[in-house]
C-alpha cells in the first residue's frame, strides 16, 4: 500500500484559475514537506511543516498556500494558476525535520 | 550560494561496469539523502547518511562532511539501474530543507 499518497496524479488547469493539491501521509510522521519540479530543473524545496506548523518557505508569491488540516495532511492551493507553475509538485515526509524524507508519487500539474 | 554541485550531468555505463557519482557542497552539511528517479518520476530513497559509509547491494555511498562531499558508487550495473540519481544536502537546521543537486542521467547500455 502507498506510504504517501498525492491526488491527482495528473492536473490539467487554465491559466487564472485555482487548484488543490492533496497529500496523505500514513507513515505516522511529524513533518510534512512540498518540492517542486520543473522541466531541466532540480527539485526546489517550497515550505516545510511540523507538528501542522509551518516551519520554512521559500516560496515568493503567496499564490501558493499550504493548508494541513490534520497531522497527516499537507494539501497545496495555488491560486490565480499561470503556464509558468506548470511542474511536478512533490510532497514529502519524515519523522522530524531532521530525519530522511520520504516523497509521494508527485502531480504533474499543467496550466495552459 | 548555497549550492549542491552534482557530477558528472550524465553517464553511460555498460552492463556489467562501475562507476561513481559525486556531489560538492559548498556550505556546512549535516546529512546528505541520495535518491533514483526512475522513469515514471517516482524518488526512490537509496541512502540516509550522516556520515561515513553505507551499502546496500550492488550500491555503496559515502559522506564526508568535513571535506564536503559525497559520493555513490555504482558496481556491475545492471538496465534496472537506468535513471536520475539526486542527492541532497541536509542543512542541520529544524526547518528540514532538503537542497538537491541537479542530477545525473544514468543509462545503463546492454
Known amino acids: 500500500d502507498p506510504k504517501i499518497i498525492q491526488k491527482p496524479k495528473y492536473l490539467v488547469a487554465v491559466t487564472g484559475s485555482e487548484k488543490i493539491l492533496i497529500c496523505e501521509q500514513y507513515l505516522g510522521h511529524n513533518a510534512m514537506y512540498w518540492y517542486r519540479q520543473s522541466a531541466k530543473k532540480p527539485l526546489e524545496f517550497m515550505f516545510s511543516y511540523s507538528y501542522q506548523k509551518l516551519m520554512d518557505n521559500q516560496t515568493a508569491s503567496s499564490r501558493f498556500q499550504p493548508q494541513s488540516s490534520k497531522k497527516n495532511h499537507l494539501d497545496l492551493q495555488i491560486t490565480a494558476l499561470k503556464p509558468d507553475d506548470s511542474a511536478t509538485y512533490f510532497c514529502?515526509?519524515?519523522?522530524?525535520?531532521?530525519?530522511?524524507?520520504?516523497f509521494g508519487p508527485g502531480t504533474r500539474l499543467t496550466v495552459l | 550560494g548555497d549550492q549542491v554541485e552534482q557530477s558528472p550531468s550524465a553517464l553511460s555505463l555498460h552492463e556489467g561496469t562501475s562507476s561513481a557519482l559525486r556531489c560538492n557542497f559548498t556550505t556546512t552539511t549535516r546529512s546528505v539523502q541520495w535518491f533514483r528517479q526512475n522513469s515514471r518520476g517516482s524518488l526512490i530513497n537509496l541512502f540516509y547518511l550522516a556520515s561515513g559509509t553505507k551499502e546496500n547491494g550492488r550500491l555503496k555511498s559515502a559522506f564526508d562532511s568535513k571535506e564536503l562531499y559525497s559520493t555513490l558508487h555504482i558496481r556491475d550495473a545492471q538496465l534496472e539501474d537506468s535513471g536520475t540519481y539526486f542527492c541532497a544536502a541536509g542543512r542541520g537546521s529544524a526547518l528540514g530543507r532538503l537542497h538537491f543537486g541537479a542530477g545525473t542521467q544514468l543509462i545503463v547500455i546492454p
Open positions: 514529502a515526509s519524515s519523522q522530524d525535520n531532521y530525519a530522511e524524507q520520504f
